[in-house]
């Protein structure tokens, strides 16, 4: 696979665009929070349909707002500050097990920033994450040549009969997985995800001395 010209690039600059509006949000909102917990390392794959989407994402950070200020309050800081920023917002209301929680949500270049505060408690939760983005030209997978083929196999052996000698998982081809519609990718239901085919194990080949006599019922030349 090769990588897009420039989309490594730009998602790290809004990887880092969004960061620093967090930064600027957690600073004002809740004010003394141990920034070295806002995680923003490396973009994660978040979609695994062909190319493959990436995504710099911050979890839910925590902080604590000043104890003078209410949940409404920060809400509206948090709308004059991403305004100001050039930021799109909207601002709702949530019920999460009983807890009434504001949510203001900013959009601006592709990003997300969710800013979430309660009445009744000091907690103001942040979100962010930049808009999911391929880095890497699909590319067309190409089955592995087989390990054995009938002019290769070692005396005293047959090919195995489950991959034929390929010796990779004939399901899945070695690679582990299996393109999904609703998902993009699941293990493979043959291998679960060991790669090698589950029979000869990668070998590619059997002994006839150890084949069961169910095995043997695949190669009628060997006879019962």
């Not at 600059?13 to 806002?38: C, K, M």
């Not at 490396?42 to 979890?59: F, K, M, T």
């Not at 990668?202 to 084949?211: K, N, R, T």
Request: hydrophobic fraction near 35%; charged fraction near 25%.
């Amino acid at each position: 696979m090769g990588p897009i010209p420039g989309a490594r690039e730009e998602l790290d600059r809004l990887g880092r665009a969004l960061r620093a509006q967090l930064v600027e949000l957690i600073d004002d909102l809740a004010p003394g929070s141990d920034l070295h917990l806002l995680f923003l390392d490396e973009p994660r794959i978040v979609d695994w349909h062909e190319p493959l989407r990436h995504q710099y994402s911050a979890g839910c950070f925590v902080g604590k707002r000043r104890a003078n200020v209410s949940g409404a309050a920060i809400a509206a800081r948090a709308v004059a500050l991403l305004d100001s920023a050039g930021w799109e917002c909207a601002t709702a209301q949530e019920d999460a097990e009983g807890t009434p929680r504001i949510v203001v949500t900013g959009r601006h270049d592709g990003c997300t920033i969710e800013v979430r505060a309660i009445e009744h408690g000091p907690n103001v939760s942040f979100s962010g994450q930049t808009p999911a983005m391929a880095l890497y030209e699909p590319e067309e997978f190409r089955w592995p040549e087989p390990v054995r083929t009938a002019e290769t196999v070692t005396a005293g052996f047959v090919l195995c009969y489950e991959c034929d000698g390929l010796g990779w998982c004939p399901g899945c081809g070695g690679r582990g997985w299996v393109h999904d519609e609703t998902h993009g990718r699941r293990n493979c239901p043959e291998c679960r995800r060991s790669r090698a085919c589950v029979i000869c194990r990668g070998a590619a080949q059997l002994p006839v001395s150890d084949l069961s006599t169910y095995q043997r019922g695949h190669y009628p030349e060997l006879g019962l």
